[in-house]
């Protein structure tokens, strides 16, 4: 009876041991039903990972160990997904740009321009400059305490705040075809979807947008992300505690 206490409790902790609390929102991947992080990663949090020789050492706007990390790219983001899985047993992974969108709900941006005639580029030139133009630039660059930009109505703190977040969709190029469909004529995954006030790409080593590697858009103010945390355990995981189980009869 005690191992199987200690063999549940391990499980349990594993699946709490996320750095910061997950919202109840759920996204949907691959038949799976996760949650995404409420707040941006912190710099205290990152500093874990950089100590144990998970993720690369990078500076940053903020020495606030409280305040979102920022200044890391898309592979600085993906290194500390991968720690976060290894060391909980649980995976964590950067979200899709349609996952966070739903997560982002009300504060999620629409992208879509004015139908511009097909032959006549100028209209869409002239349509993309004018959505450009009207966007808003950050007034405060710095990363702001948690909380500073409100919650969405998914619990999700500081969504369209100072900080655009890392996504794990790849940068695409579509056409539209006359019956409505689309086409996808290039993908690009050394640029990635990043999202906050607005949608854009970041080219996926750029750590400080200021400095370039903004494929489109106003640049951001700074670079952060959140994670999706799946409810299902890792198979390698899971499949040890099984054999542990039944090897000792507990039934889980």
Request: hydrophobic share 40%.
């Amino acid at each position: 009876m005690l191992l199987a206490m200690k063999i549940k409790v391990a499980i349990t902790a594993a699946a709490l041991a996320s750095p910061v609390a997950l919202t109840i929102a759920p996204v949907t991947s691959g038949g799976y039903r996760s949650k995404i992080m409420t707040s941006q990663v912190t710099s205290r949090e990152y500093a874990r990972c950089v100590d144990d020789a998970g993720c690369p050492r990078v500076s940053h706007a903020s020495a606030i160990s409280d305040r979102p990390m920022v200044g890391v790219s898309w592979r600085d983001a993906m290194a500390y997904a991968e720690w976060m899985t290894n060391k909980t047993g649980v995976l964590h992974r950067l979200p899709t740009d349609e996952e966070w969108v739903f997560a982002a709900g009300e504060k999620a941006r629409d992208e879509a321009l004015p139908l511009a005639d097909p032959v006549d580029p100028a209209q869409a030139w002239i349509a993309r400059y004018e959505a450009e133009a009207n966007r808003a630039r950050p007034v405060a660059l710095d990363p702001q305490p948690a909380g500073t930009f409100g919650r969405n109505e998914n619990g999700l703190n500081d969504i369209g705040g100072n900080i655009w977040e890392w996504t794990n969709t790849c940068f695409l190029r579509m056409t539209l075809r006359p019956n409505g469909a689309t086409q996808v004529t290039n993908t690009n995954c050394g640029v990635r979807v990043v999202q906050g006030a607005h949608r854009t790409y970041m080219t996926d080593f750029i750590r400080d947008p200021r400095t370039g590697g903004c494929a489109a858009g106003v640049p951001p103010a700074n670079l952060g992300f959140r994670l999706v945390v799946e409810d299902e355990r890792l198979p390698a995981f899971r499949g040890m505690v099984e054999k542990i189980a039944l090897k000792f009869r507990i039934r889980l």
